[in-house]
């Protein structure tokens, strides 16, 4: 053992400079782990159902057409409704627009096409129009 202390001398500026290197070293460091760690939006991608937008089918009925549309969300069906109708399309098939109505408030509220319910005397009526919707559905799925 040496009877002799060793000393160290510092300066004030080096001293500085290094605390500032090391807080930017750590700064740096937390960026790079926020900008590469994994997107949680990926996930909630991958809940969604549909592409969001207005879909229509065209539906033709002894020469008479007219469109569904369907208004989807990502994750919701937001209304169906008939666009495009002809007034002979009125005329001739006047249960139409009360079942469009009638499925579209069933559909809204359920968000699905499985619990839609109908009375017997409507089933030609219901059954042409969920087919459509169905199909409607179909193109805006992912």
Known sequence: ????????????????????????????????????????????????????GVYTTSLELNGSSFEVEVVVDSENINSVSMKNTDDSVSAMYPLMSMSIEDISKQIVDTQSLDSITYSESNKYTYSILLDTITKTLEKAAK
């Open 1 to 52: 053992m040496s009877a002799n202390p060793k000393f160290y001398v510092f300066h004030l500026k080096e001293l500085i400079y290094t605390a500032i290197f090391l807080i930017l070293g750590i700064l740096l460091i937390l960026l790079l782990i926020y900008m590469f760690k994994p997107d949680d939006k990926s996930s909630a991608d991958s809940k969604s159902t549909y592409n969001p």
